[in-house]
């Protein structure tokens, strides 16, 4: 699954129903269907999957505006920054579990949000 849909439904005018229908055409879940599936498990990892995950929504609602506002040459840049540092971060997740999958103890990544 490439990505989550959730957090939008209320301003969108859409009912869950169509809103699931949309993300099953892209290939995606909501979020529902995610928290219906796993539970509270979903949030038990650790905060640096929840940082990069909000990176990524920063970077997406940064250029939404951008490309929106008359001069959106600064908030592009400023996009292209909070990618870079998402970019950044999943790679050090990503070495993490390299590290851990040939036996080594990983790199530290926080505590889960929830215990």
């Known amino acids: 699954m490439p990505i989550i849909l959730g957090g939008m439904r209320p301003g969108t005018g859409m009912s869950l129903f169509e809103f699931r229908r949309v993300a099953m055409g892209h290939g ?45 040459s600064g908030l592009t840049k400023i996009a292209g920054v909070v990618v870079f540092v ?11 579990a390299a590290d851990q999958s040939l036996g080594g103890p990983g790199y530290p990544l926080g505590r889960p949000m929830r215990q």
């Open 86 to 96: 998402f970019a950044a971060l999943g790679a050090y997740i990503w070495l993490s």
């Open 28 to 72: 995606v879940a909501t979020m529902e269907d995610v928290m219906a599936a796993w539970g509270w498990h979903a949030v038990r990892l650790p905060l640096a999957y929840t940082v990069d995950v909000g990176l990524v929504d920063a970077a997406l609602w940064i250029l939404f505006i951008a490309n929106n506002a008359d001069d959106p």
